[in-house]
């Protein structure tokens, strides 16, 4: 049997880039899931490190968004 040459580089790099519009998809259900942990975790426990953690999560996710929809708004 004769063996076969690998590549010396993954030919799977481009497969696991995502457009921007399937990243902007996925943050806005991040932020939803996130949205709704925090009115969780503020309605029962009230754990003020995981909602100053969740808090702090969903302010850069929300502005990583913003930017992007500026991005798109030619701004």
């Known amino acids: 049997m004769d063996r076969i040459e690998q590549l010396p580089q993954?030919?799977?790099t481009d497969q696991d880039l995502?457009?921007?519009d399937e990243a902007r998809e996925r943050l806005v259900e991040e932020i939803a899931r996130t949205r709704a942990r925090l009115d969780e975790v503020r309605a029962g426990s009230g754990d003020g490190a995981e909602i100053t953690l969740l808090e702090r999560r969903l302010d850069a996710m929300e502005s990583t968004s913003n930017e992007y929809?500026?991005?798109l708004a030619g701004k």
Do not use: A, F, P, R
Request: proline fraction near 0%.
């Open 69 to 71: 929809n500026d991005y």
């Open 10 to 12: 993954s030919d799977w």
């Open 18 to 20: 995502l457009t921007k």
